[in-house]
């Protein structure tokens, strides 16, 4: 580890000694390349740094981190990633994961770490497909996928992440892509900062078994008539002239000319308005919401615990392992 106390870090000091180890042009390069800046930028502490991982391609990810991390097992690094917040609460924590390791067996983890909102962040790489097992179609896959594990097409309707997050009561939700360092780094930052769980769904290229599934709404070609970006304070307007809006009618959303077009909060307390542009994922002709869906305040699961620890401290003192185990209702079996 670098001695933070005497050393400007760079983005090299969060380069670990480990061969990286993804397909040539995996997605997964530029999420850990900015990642790797971010924390140098944002003047992170290795020695204070987390990474938790599940099983799948991105849970490679701890190992090329100069920072602690565990690489635990499938779909329950939320579970992992609890006991290390809750036992050493000046940790910085990230989880790692995809969408089958989250959204398939981890899918009870997730849920219950976003409803406990534990003072974690979460990056969830979403590539639609099973990567590390060979190309399955995964939880996110659209209807008719067809893969080595559905010749025929997928008949299973997919997650929607963003709707997954915000239906658990996440006090913070965005999404942003893999290959836009510069919005990319904006999330992180501003997850990173939230206190309480942070969830980001990053759209994450494979190259091999889903090639360039996003491009018909991230390419350059038609980005700026396919997204729009969520900015909290700044109207929902998109196009390459920014010359589109959109506004909430009592049916959801509706374009608009730029004047009418609303201005983002995403601090508001229902969760209505996240979901409603977080339904524009199932038309295909309308923009594919990025940046920043809901950022509330509530309860911490991780500070409410140690409240209690020491509520019972003070009323009781430190105690003993023997007198809890001895203490209340006891049973001697003859």
């Known amino acids: 580890m670098t001695d933070t106390a005497t050393t400007t870090l760079t983005k090299k000091d969060f380069v670990s000694d480990q061969e990286v180890r993804w397909c040539p042009g995996c997605g997964d390069y530029a999420i850990l390349a900015a990642m790797q800046k971010y924390m140098a930028d944002s003047g992170a502490d290795p020695a204070n740094t987390v990474f938790v991982s599940g099983i799948g391609c991105s849970s490679r990810?701890?190992?090329?981190?100069?920072?602690?991390?565990?690489?635990?097992?499938?779909?329950?690094?939320?579970?992992?990633?609890?006991?290390?917040?809750?036992?050493?609460?000046?940790?910085?924590?990230?989880?790692?994961?995809?969408?089958?390791?989250?959204?398939?067996?981890?899918?009870?983890?997730?849920?219950?770490?976003?409803r406990r909102n534990l003072n974690v962040n979460i990056l969830l790489f979403n590539n639609e497909i099973y990567g590390l097992t060979k190309g399955q179609y995964s939880p996110t896959s659209p209807v008719g996928t067809k893969k080595k594990s559905t010749p025929l097409?997928?008949?299973?309707?997919?997650?929607?992440?963003?709707?997954?997050?915000?239906?658990c009561?996440?006090?913070?939700?965005?999404?942003?892509?893999?290959?836009?360092?510069?919005?990319?780094?904006?999330i992180l930052a501003a997850a990173d900062a939230h206190q309480g769980t942070s969830f980001i769904e990053i759209l994450q290229n494979c190259v091999?078994?889903?090639?360039?599934?996003?491009?018909?709404?991230?390419?350059?070609?038609?980005?700026?008539?396919?997204?729009?970006?969520?900015v909290p304070g700044e109207k929902i307007v998109y196009g390459a002239d920014k010359d589109k809006g959109l506004r909430f009618t009592a049916s959801g959303l509706d374009t608009?000319?730029?004047?009418?077009?609303?201005?983002?909060?995403?601090?508001?307390?229902?969760?209505?308005?996240?979901?409603?542009?977080?339904?524009l994922d199932t038309d295909p002709d309308t923009p594919k919401p990025l940046g920043i869906f809901r950022a509330v305040d509530a309860q911490i699961y991780d500070e409410s615990v140690h409240e209690q620890v020491q509520e019972a401290v003070s009323a009781k003192g430190e105690g003993k392992i023997e007198d809890l185990v001895y203490s209340g209702d006891c049973w001697t079996v003859g």
């Not at 990810?61 to 609890?82: E, L, Q």
């Not at 097409?153 to 239906?167: E, H, M, Q």
């Not at 892509?177 to 780094?185: E, F, P, S």
Request: hydrophobic residues 45%.
């Open 256 to 279: 608009c000319g730029v004047d009418d077009a609303e201005v983002w909060d995403p601090s508001t307390a229902t969760v209505s308005q996240a979901f409603a542009i977080a339904q």
């Open 169 to 186: 009561n996440a006090t913070f939700v965005a999404r942003s892509v893999d290959t836009d360092a510069k919005h990319l780094t904006r």
């Open 153 to 167: 097409g997928s008949v299973d309707r997919p997650f929607n992440p963003i709707a997954f997050a915000l239906g």
């Open 61 to 114: 990810f701890p190992y090329y981190m100069n920072t602690y991390g565990f690489h635990t097992i499938h779909g329950r690094a939320p579970a992992v990633a609890t006991g290390v917040k809750v036992a050493n609460p000046d940790l910085s924590v990230w989880i790692v994961t995809g969408d089958g390791d989250a959204l398939s067996i981890g899918g009870n983890h997730l849920a219950h770490i976003l």
């Open 208 to 230: 091999i078994f889903n090639k360039d599934f996003y491009n018909k709404v991230v390419d350059r070609s038609v980005r700026a008539d396919m997204t729009v970006d969520l």
